[in-house]
């Protein structure tokens, strides 16, 4: 029997009133591995560097009309694109560059949506600027 005789329940650790329960516990836990001490600064300024030099090549693309694609393979062909096609192909770049920036959120799900989310949205703007060519 886990009732108090005031109504109250010892929870289902069997601790006193004061104990949190299992899925307070799993709450706090979620919240320390996922809050801003969850991960240390140093790997988010890099990604965030990264990130930025991505969204820069994107709105380098966007402002010149001019999308310089790179080769696979040494002495392969390089691909290249002008006009509509290359600002549409500098935004599905800034999308893309804007995924690391999830690490920045506080909370799992944020970063989640936020990292799905530009991942979706820079994979349509590609296939958009494929279709364009």
Do not use: Y
């Not at 390089?78 to 599905?92: C, K, P, Q, R, T």
């Amino acid at each position: 029997m886990n009732e108090l005789p005031l109504g109250g329940s010892l929870g289902e650790s069997g601790g006193g009133a004061g104990a949190p329960r299992r899925r307070d516990r799993s709450r706090m836990i979620e919240s320390q591995a996922f809050g801003r001490t969850g991960i240390a600064i140093v790997p988010r300024l890099l990604a965030t560097l990264v990130s930025f030099t991505v969204i820069g090549l994107g709105l380098l693309a966007m402002v010149t009309q001019h999308f310089h694609g790179r080769a696979p393979a040494p002495g392969g062909t390089e691909n290249a694109m002008e006009g509509m096609a290359a600002v549409v192909m500098g935004l599905s770049t800034v999308l893309a560059g804007m995924t690391p920036l999830a690490l920045w959120f506080d909370q799992k799900r944020s970063a989640l949506i936020w990292a799905s989310a530009c991942t979706a949205g820079a994979g349509v703007v590609f296939f958009i600027a494929l279709r364009m060519m």
